[in-house]
């Protein structure tokens, strides 16, 4: 490791980055499997192939590297939606990008939603932490939204509908399901819910959208 | 403490089985507000004023703490729930047992599911304890189920329903209610999803029971 990178200067050098980063996916990795407090930093330096003294160059504690994990994972729960999530704008796209999901979770073998453990670990015990959990879910929440008003400025779903509403009753359903298929070990859970929440937006489709989407099943 | 209650004779005293007992409710207490890694047994010790040796007189190790301590919060979490949740046989029950979670959310000042966090923090790493969990969120299922069955043979829900598919949505809805309440620390979320899982429910009222409703609410 050179001097310069430990120099502690604002501007990380692209090889201090690069180090930076290793520890956050290591300790985010760790973290997944294995919850916060079943973490230590020891683990986090092995496995990252870093010294005591390079990880405490970058993050104060455990909990400032924490906060960076619920960056990165906010991160790569949303992007690993992609393309989908950011073109929820049609009930063709809700359906693919809920087949999406439910492969997301089958490849993690149904360990659960890293967002959702970091939130039910540490959101009664970290304020820092709970504040930014919340703010990712609130970005994700934006996403599914912003697709839903799209269909009501479209016409697709009625001028009655609430996006945001159902923008986080959808996202309590996959959080949910998650869980359920997370415990049981079975993705029925993840699909029974997901399923129910698209169900609960085509209820709030909007007429005209209703009898275009019955002549084309007719056909 | 008597020598009898440290006999390890199979039957426990009435003393004896007080003490298991004030073990096993403390260690929920602090397992529920901070997890099972942040609880020590020293803590559960003191919170429970037993000694070491009282406490390993009826629990091998930690790992057999937190598997009572499941048990226990199961039926904490039912229990808390009736006399709702053994008549869900109509959606006037639904809506009163409803609001029976949304007021026992915001008395636990939205703290999360009990039951959830266990699953969510154990599920990964203790096949015992995610058995255990996945055993009591059926329970919590089949009361559900059974009340949502009865509403099916009485002609309010539709011969086509499918009790256990709904128990299970709403049982994921309500967990993912719990867990973003507790992240955003608002009711809301709780709200919403279960509000979804019931008018999802509603759905497959039947049509001779849809046409008695609609008359009722013309009255």
Redesign the interface.
């Known amino acids: 490791m050179s001097a310069n990178e430990e120099s502690g200067s604002p501007t990380l050098t692209a090889r201090g980055a690069a180090t930076r980063s290793r520890i956050v996916n290591a300790a985010a990795d760790l973290i997944y499997?294995?919850?916060v407090?079943?973490t230590s930093l020891d683990e986090v330096m092995a496995k990252a192939g870093v010294s005591k003294s390079q990880l405490y160059h970058y993050f104060a504690d455990k909990d400032a590297l924490v906060l960076e994990v619920i960056a990165l994972q906010t991160e790569r729960v949303l992007g690993a939606q992609q393309p989908h999530l950011g073109a929820l704008d049609s009930f063709r796209a809700l359906q693919l990008w809920r087949d999406a999901l439910i492969q997301l979770n089958a490849s993690a073998r149904a360990?659960?939603c890293p967002l959702?453990?970091l939130?039910?670990?540490l959101?009664?015990?970290s304020e820092s932490a709970?504040k930014r959990?919340?703010a990712g879910?609130e970005i994700w929440g934006d996403c599914i939204e912003r697709g839903l008003t799209k269909m009501r400025e479209r016409g697709a779903l009625a001028a009655s509908a609430n996006p945001h509403?159902l923008a986080?009753?959808l996202?309590?359903?996959?959080?949910?399901?998650l869980?359920?298929s997370?415990?049981?070990?079975t993705s029925?859970?993840?699909e029974?819910?997901i399923?129910?929440?698209i169900?609960?937006i085509a209820?709030h489709m909007s007429s005209k959208s209703e009898r275009s989407s019955r002549s084309q099943k007719r056909r």
């Open positions: 499997a294995h919850g407090d079943r360990k659960g959702g453990s939130a039910s670990e959101a009664n015990d709970r959990l919340a879910f509403e986080v009753a996202l309590s359903a996959v959080q949910g399901g869980l359920l997370k415990t049981t070990q029925r859970p993840l029974i819910s399923d129910m929440a169900a609960h209820r």
